[in-house]
Nanobody, 123 residues
């Protein structure tokens, strides 16, 4: 079965950096758009970033542009989210997701989800 396993979360201070990873198995990785979503306590799960199958196209929400970078290594079936200049408002559980076709920002466009990794940014 398909599995997406995130790692790399933790507790950091504002201004610090973290790199999240998501390893995929059970799917033809190169066929999928991959995305990162996040869910803060009491809030809906929201789109953060996505990357096309080849890695040539990326999309970000405005609040993370210039601070976060999504990338993928198709040989390792892994995607990454490099997060720099972290802010307390980035605190959330971060989820990796796999979707078909093209980059979209809605949850319904993604077929598979990981279990999430907690990122906490203290001020």
């Amino acid at each position: 079965q398909v599995q997406l396993v995130e790692s790399g979360g933790g507790l950091v201070q504002a201004g610090d950096s973290l790199r999240l990873s998501c390893v995929a198995s059970g799917l033809i990785f190169n066929d999928y758009v991959m995305g990162w979503f996040r869910q803060a306590p009491g809030k809906e799960r929201k789109f953060v970033a996505a990357i096309s199958q080849s890695g040539g196209i990326t999309n970000y929400i405005d609040s993370v542009k210039g601070r976060f970078t999504i990338s993928r290594d198709n040989a390792k079936k892994t995607i990454y989210l490099q997060m720099n200049s972290l802010k307390p408002e980035d605190t959330a559980v971060y989820y990796c997701a796999a979707g078909s076709d093209y980059i979209r920002t809605v949850k319904s466009a993604y077929d598979y989800w990981g279990q999430g990794t907690q990122v906490t940014v203290s001020s």
